[in-house]
Every structure is written in structure tokens, then in C-alpha cells.
């Protein structure tokens, strides 16, 4: 099984040095799982990022040079060209946009079905079973046919060890046409704002010198109230 | 009087004797206006609106609700009144909901385009229909929930409509949004883009008068390929707090860990602990709740002898229902419950196991 694993150009949050993102090193782990050893893709300059992969358990590295505003382009024609089985990409870069589009953008260019947010694949015949991660730590089954995009979320399982002789893996270079350079948008130093809190202001009913039996059957019929009990 | 310029002279001595307390002992002045003359202009009562009526909107914005669990959630609400900063007065906020969804008025909808969902799990189907809702539409702006399922459908629907994508709004006005970029060390401000996805806690939600909800024709639900799927809930005990719904929490005045295990399980809730158990090695320390341990964003959370300590206090600021048991009725977490009990938390929580076991 060909896996393939997208990588962008990170930048680590808190120093800004390029660095790889933690949600596509847990993919590679993904596809290492899954039996597959996994190629690594990435298109754009800034590429050691992209090469610390290799020491999280890629086999190989394949960059795409000159593609620096626009990555799909690029993308799409080298993944027609050579399309792998599983694409993986993290559900957010990290040092750029950050949008997560691009992997969706991939999907509607090759046509093949994506989903996201995934912590664990496995193999079914011919099919692909990714469960995908929900709120409330709930988990959704989902069947897929190969080929497929899947995008990892960040409880997956963590990523391989760094292996410094993994650095010494195969990395291809191939040229891009460039493509032209779009309007930037305006940008500013993050400023935390702060969260919006509806507050409940308490000042409840209160309870006191009920015997315990009252204030246990008090506490389920609030609770059932709530919705917060199966019966 | 006028002075040259003509605006009109203020009469101190005048104003004065008008806010002046007739029949009061000593100079009394009433500032409010209580007992005075009335305002030159009252406005009668039935000349303010008691609903706010588009009636032939400039534009539309369509926000796309995130419906979980078949009620309005605290982020779809947040994604109507982010959809009123970008309507304004001229324009009209159009939802796009499953049918049967109550409390829409209040929540901001001046129009109402139901779409009843496919069985199962049918992203790609429902991208189609936000797709058949905006050619019908043709809204200016379009809003999702940055959420698991609501970031997925916004990025599908910009993908296959080649639509600029404002992904995880943080803040928002009729003619910029502002989202993180670069890992979160930089913010983007432009314009907003035609779909929009808003980041949850971030946007109030609408707090003007009730709109009309007018219904729009139903839009169809195209025939997609729903991929074959099952939902598999999460086991609550083993759960993160910052991702559990309900929380049962021990503090200081709890002495029987055994009974509350077990109280923790016949409920089906999370547990977690104040800083003094986690200090002392009762409880793991990923099990504290508060300003150095976890903040919450459960629904429900009941503190089972835990005073309140406001560094605790922090943690659950977020929680709308909170339900307390502790001896102590001047304690702080008393104060802040929707319902406490004033009692021994052994003896709650013996009865609580007898009558959940019955």
C-alpha cells in the first residue's frame, strides 16, 4: 500500500523556528501502523520542516521547488501523475494560513473522498476503516474505498521518536513552474481576545436540614431535568 | 435665549428649580428625574418595535447551524449573532436548519430554510445541499461552526465551490474579520470572505429583539454517497475533563473514595477533584479541576464537599448547572449552585447509590 503523508512548511508556535507539525508526524505513525511505509510531499521553499519528517519514520521525501504561494497546482499534477493509495495530511498546518482547506481542495481535484479528523486506521479487505474523532470524546466508525484523504487529529496516537539515521533517507527534488503570487492579507501580531462566558449567576435554591434521602432524590430529579441521566 | 452662534443658553437656576424636591425639609434635588416633569419627548409605548422585521432585505446571510444533539447549541447561537454583525439593519440573516428547531425567533432568524438531513453519515450530501441553498439564495456571506462537523461541511462547500475561506473567526465587524495564522503568532484581518467559519466562545450571540422567522421553501436534500458509519460514545470515566459534558467532583470533605468511585460510574459521569485531594495523592493529579488543573466546559457539574476556593472557582466558570453538597452553608461553591444541599457528602452520596440502585 502506497501512503503518501503532506507536509507544510511549520513553524513551532511559540519560537516561530521552522519545525515540524506534531498532527502530521502522528500521520506518518498512522500509516507506519497501517503497514505501509510512507512518502513524505512537500511543496514550497521551506523545506526543513519538512526534512526533520524523515527522522519521524519517512522513508522518503519528495519536494516540489518553486511552488511557493499556491501549493494545489503543484500538488494536483504531481498526485495525478503518481497517486498514492492513503493521502494523510494534519487537519491544521501550523505556520502558514492554518485554514486546513488545502487537503479538501486535493480531494475535489483527484475526486476521491476525504475525511477528517481521524485517530486510527485499519484495514478491512479491500477497505479502509478510519475512526474519525467527535466532541465529548466520542468516536464515529467510518468505512472508506481506497483511494482516500484522510486528515489526523491531534489525539491520535503520538508520533515516532525522533531517529537522527532517519535524516539520511531519500529526498527527491522536482522543479515546479511557480506560480503567481497572490495578494497577501493584512497581518498583525496575535492578540489574545477573551472568551465570551455566559455566566450562570447561581443563587439557587438551597437545601438545608433535609434528611439525606430528600436531598439524594432533589439531586436526580435535577439532574434528569438536565438530561444528564440515561433513565 | 439664544446666544449668536444660536445654539440654545443653559438656565442653571431654572434646571435647578425643576429638579428641586418640593415639601422636603432641606434642599433636596432629584437628579433622576423620578418625581419632575416628564422627558420633552415620551415615546409612547406602542410606537417601539417589539419585533425586529426585514421586510425586503438588502442582502442575505445564510448561517449554516451546527445542530447536534436536535437542540440550538451555545455556538449555533454564537454563529446567528455573529451573522447580525454582517447583516446590520439592511440585511437578513437566513438559517439553514433541520426541521422542528425551536427557539430560532429569539436566537436571531429572519428567515428559516429547513433541509431535512439523509440518514447516517453524509458530509459530501450535505455540502450539496448548503451548495443547492446558495445558488437559490445567492447570500453575501455564508457562517459555519467552527466545530468537528461544521468546520469539515464549511471546508467541503469551499472546496467544491471555489469559495474564499475565512477559517476560525475571532473577531468580527460589518467590514473586517480577524482570524490566527502562522501557528497563532499573527492574526489576518481583512475583509470578511464570502464563507466564514466562527471559533467557538469568540461572538456573542444575538441579543436584540425577536425576529420574525419567516420559512423559505424546504431545499432538497441532494442523493449523496453517505459513507457506512457508526457512532461509538466516548467511555466518560477515562475521558479529559476539559472534554467531559458532566463532572462529578471530591473535595476536602469527602472521606470514602471507594463510594464515590462508584457513585462516579452509576452516574455516567467524569471525575474530578479539588487542588487539596490531588496535593495529598487521593485522587491523579489530571483529575483537578481549577485555575492549575483543568478548566471545564461541561453542561453539568456537581461538587461533592468542595467549598470553593476561587482559584476552583475558576475552572468552572463555564458551566451553566452547578449542583453542591457540602456541610457548610456560607461556602462559596454554595453560593454559586443552582442547587445546593446542605449536608454530609457520605450520607448524599450512600442514598444517591440506594436510589440509583433501585
Known sequence: ?231 | MTEPNSRLRRDPRAERDRLLVPGAARLRLDRAGTTGTPSASPVPPAAIPRMRRVAAPAFLVLAVLDVTSGVLSAHDRQLLGAAHVLAGEAGAVVVLAPPGLAGLETAGADRVLTSAPSDGYDPDGKAAAVMTAIASLDPRHVLFAESADGGDLARRVAASGHFPLAAGIEALGANFAVRPCSAGRFEERAAPARLLSVAPDRIGGYAGLPCEALALPETPWPPGCPFAATIRSGDPSQLPLTEAAFVVAAGDGLTDFDMFARLVTALGATPGASRVLCDAGLMPRDRQVGASGSVLAAECYVAVGISGAPQHLAGITGVPHVIAVNTDLHAAMVARAGLAVIADAQDVMRALLAQLSA
Open chain 1, 1 to 231: 500500500m502506497r501512503a503518501t503523508v503532506l507536509l507544510s512548511a511549520g513553524r513551532h508556535p511559540v519560537s516561530g523556528r521552522a519545525s515540524p507539525v506534531a498532527v502530521e508526524m502522528q500521520a506518518i505513525r498512522l500509516a507506519i501502523d497501517l503497514g505501509a511505509t510512507p512518502s513524505g510531499l512537500h511543496a514550497g521553499e521551506a523545506a526543513s520542516a519538512a526534512q526533520d519528517a524523515l527522522g519521524h519514520g519517512l522513508s522518503r521525501l519528495v519536494l516540489l521547488e518553486g511552488a511557493t504561494d499556491d501549493p494545489l497546482p503543484a500538488l494536483l499534477d504531481h498526485l495525478r501523475r503518481l497517486p498514492p493509495d492513503l493521502l494523510l495530511a494534519g487537519r491544521r498546518g501550523q505556520g502558514g494560513s492554518d485554514s486546513g482547506l488545502l487537503p479538501y481542495q486535493l480531494a475535489h481535484g483527484l475526486g476521491w473522498p476525504i475525511v477528517a479528523d481521524v485517530v486510527r486506521l485499519t484495514r478491512s479487505g479491500g477497505k479502509l476503516i478510519a475512526e474519525q474523532a467527535l466532541p465529548r470524546g466520542a468516536r464515529r466508525v467510518v468505512t472508506l474505498s481506497l483511494p482516500c484523504i484522510v486528515t489526523v487529529h491531534p489525539a491520535a496516537l503520538p508520533a515516532l521518536p525522533f531517529r537522527l539515521a532517519g535524516l539520511q533517507g531519500e529526498v527527491r527534488s522536482v522543479p515546479v513552474a511557480p506560480t503567481p503570487a497572490t495578494s497577501q492579507p493584512e497581518l498583525r501580531p496575535y492578540r489574545m481576545r477573551p472568551k465570551v462566558v455566559e455566566r450562570s449567576a447561581g443563587g439557587g435554591s438551597v437545601l438545608v436540614g433535609v434528611s439525606a434521602e430528600q436531598a439524594a432524590s432533589a439531586i436526580l430529579s435535577e439532574l434528569r431535568r438536565l438530561k444528564m441521566l440515561a433513565g
